[in-house]
């Protein structure tokens, strides 16, 4: 594509997944800008085909772009957001090209999106504090199935036998992530998303069941002592068979519930949700937050292993 071509894509990527009309103004014109510098667009292009020639990881490429980020005066979340973008053209393409469907491409990013308003919320940026995060998409490893995001990963338990599934240390199974796209979380959304990764990688087609993991702090088994009774967490938890799980001496996923708030002593924390007001009394009690990791076992219609 040409410059201006780009800016086309760039634009039309953004209208996509529907970003805010103030992010798109300020990330459009950073787009521009770079583009009109002959240094910074050549840079931009270099590092795009040496990551797409895999000559360079992802987090080297980002680090190269934080390295000029000062002198820029860009935020260096704008122009790794910015970058990633520029990135996702090739991404399409792999996607076309492998018979992938596009409304899958679409749906696996509007992960920009989310990423985009964590930044704002969180650090008061337009871009991305995460970008290493997207390296599972531009791999063409991570796929958004309906409201949730999987890829083929390693089972990092000893073992795990229930179901008519057996697992052992390193045997595959579909992880799987929760992004934070606003989009329903109860239990028909749910289902919806497990049938599909279901049928996307196969199993419709030879049978079986499927196992599902999740390595998540939604998955703190103490939730239910603390958290309101109708929480979309504790309907989440109740897919999982949960075997293993862990205390945090600090609560460092506080940025996803309380977002800039987070930074502030937690007697400041605001307790505008019923989410909220329960994490808030749990840590000013003295009691620990953790995580938790699960196995749901599906068989195209139902979960087995509950």
Request: proline share 3%; aromatic share 16%.
């Amino acid at each position: 594509m040409t410059d201006k071509e780009f800016l086309a894509y760039t634009k039309d990527f953004m209208n996509r997944i529907h970003l805010p009309e103030e992010a798109k103004t300020e990330l459009m014109a950073v787009e521009e800008r770079i583009f009109a510098d002959e240094t910074l667009n050549a840079l931009f292009k270099k590092l795009k085909a040496d990551l797409r020639e895999g000559e360079i990881a992802v987090g080297d490429a980002l680090g190269e772009l934080s390295g000029i980020a000062e002198s820029t005066g860009i935020s260096e979340y704008t122009l790794h957001f910015i970058f990633l973008i520029n990135c996702t053209d090739d991404l399409l393409e792999q996607y076309r090209s492998e018979g992938v469907s596009e409304k899958i491409f679409w749906g696996t990013m509007d992960d920009f999106r989310c990423k985009l308003l964590e930044c704002h919320e969180v650090k008061g940026v337009w871009g991305t504090f995460v970008g290493t995060w997207f390296g599972g998409f531009l791999a063409f490893d991570r796929f958004a199935l309906g409201r949730f995001q999987y890829e083929i990963s390693a089972f990092s338990r000893d073992e795990y036998n229930k179901a008519g599934v057996s697992l052992k240390k390193n045997d595959p199974v579909y992880n799987f992530h929760i992004p934070s796209s606003g989009y329903p979380f109860g239990p028909e959304a749910r289902l919806e998303s497990y049938k599909k990764a279901y049928e996307f990688y196969g199993f419709k087609e030879k049978g079986g069941p499927i196992a599902f993991v999740c390595s998540s702090w939604l998955l703190y088994p103490e939730h239910k002592d603390f958290l309101p009774e109708k929480s979309n967490i504790l309907s989440f938890m109740s897919d999982f068979d949960i075997i293993d799980s862990w205390d945090k001496e600090e609560f460092g996923d506080s940025w996803r519930v309380f977002g800039h708030y987070h930074t502030l002593p937690v007697e400041q924390w605001p307790e505008d949700t019923s989410l909220r007001r329960a994490f808030k009394k749990r840590l000013l009690d003295g009691k620990k937050t953790g995580g938790g990791y699960g196995v749901i076992v599906f068989d195209g219609e139902k979960i087995t292993n509950r």
